[in-house]
């Protein structure tokens, strides 16, 4: 068995740990490297029959991706590493967002660091590519969506939704559910983290965290286009208006 292919997750990781070496490769027995090996062989990313290969995320192994990192950076003059398109997409994605970038490895960290996303469930959809967004990995949207599937939060936001008055529609587009399709209908729409979590980081949500989204804005939320995080509504409702509709 080989070792896995880096994923967008671990990829954020080696590369946040170059960024801010301003962008210089690590050496196998760096301080940063030893730690960053621990960190990735213990993620709930790969099988444990994966994660217990000898060179699974070894110290040489994230000491080559730093120096992937390092010498396919533009600027960089000497020869550089034969690496895959995954990295250089890491790459580019860090020169063009890095602080959205930097954010999401934080972010990353600190779910790793308290523990909270290795008790996150898979999900069952979650390797399709359009629901997750590169620029966070798939841990953070994995607890995002696990977040937005709680039925009891589903609930709690529609009832604030109904204290208030509001006719649970669609806060993008204002698609009724229960308008279209009667009373098959009453009752049915979707939640939506506002904000992406390498913005909020993983922690406890709250109902104003939240939006209330028909299935075709929730999806176009989520999908991610190169170099792009999540779209929250406010942004999509504005690429609408942009288009007219």
Known sequence: MQSPTWTEDELILACALVVRNDW???????REVLELSELLRSLPL???????????????????????FATNHPHYRGERTRCG???????????????DMLNAAD??????????????????DEADRELYSAIEGRLLVRWATYRERD????????????????????????FDFERTYGSLGDGYIEIHHVTPLHIAGPS????????LLCANCHRMCHRSRPGESWRTPDMLRD???QLGR
């Open 24 to 30: 210089r490769e690590y050496r196998r027995d760096d």
């Open 204 to 211: 406890e949500t709250r109902l104003s965290d939240l939006a």
């Open 239 to 241: 690429e609408m208006n």
């Open 151 to 174: 039925p009891q939060l589903r609930r709690r936001k529609m009832e604030a939704a109904r204290r208030r008055g509001e006719a649970l529609r669609c806060s993008v587009c204002s």
């Open 46 to 68: 790969h099988p444990p029959e994966a994660r217990a290969l000898p060179e699974f995320r070894s110290p040489g192994s994230v000491s080559r991706k730093t120096t992937d």
């Open 107 to 124: 972010a990353l960290a600190t779910g790793i660091g308290s523990g909270e996303l290795y008790h996150v469930p898979q999900q069952a």
């Open 85 to 99: 398109e995954p990295t250089r997409r890491t790459i580019r994605a860090f020169l063009q967002r890095p602080s």
